[in-house]
Nanobody, 117 residues
Framework: QVQLVESGGGSVQPGRSLRLSCAAS????????MAWYRQRPGKQRELVAT???????DITDSMKGRFTITRDNTKKMVYLQMSSLKPEDTGDYYC???????????WGKGTLVTVSS
């Protein structure tokens, strides 16, 4: 049974940092491209960051310089370090695991991030 469990969300003031974590189980973790998506209020889900099994990462342009994605293949964990948070970063953040060759994708249930003064 595949599970992706996000944690680390919460309420923070603008300018502060948060680190989100995603624990994966039931998959050959290193073979999956991991990603973080977010869905802001009233908007469609959007890609935040991706990282391949061999640690090649990419951040969506609007978040470059503030967000960093990392992974630990031994622990089957992926992280999203977010800094200089803005109110517009508020939303539900989702972990995604994708096997590009097989076309299989799994989702976590999300963790809520609220940035407000």
């Amino acid at each position: 049974q595949v599970q992706l469990v996000e944690s680390g969300g919460g309420s923070v003031q603008p300018g502060r940092s948060l680190r989100l974590s995603c624990a994966a189980s039931g998959i050959m973790f290193s073979g999956y491209r991991m990603a973080w998506y977010r869905q802001r209020p009233g908007k469609q889900r959007e890609l935040v960051a991706t990282i391949t099994g061999d640690f090649r990462s990419d951040i969506t342009d609007s978040m470059k310089g503030r967000f960093t994605i990392t992974r630990d293949n031994t622990k089957k964990m992926v992280y999203l370090q977010m800094s200089s948070l803005k109110p517009e970063d508020t939303g539900d953040y989702y972990c995604n695991a994708r096997d590009d060759l097989a076309g299989i994708s799994y989702w976590g249930k999300g963790t809520l991030v609220t940035v407000s003064s």
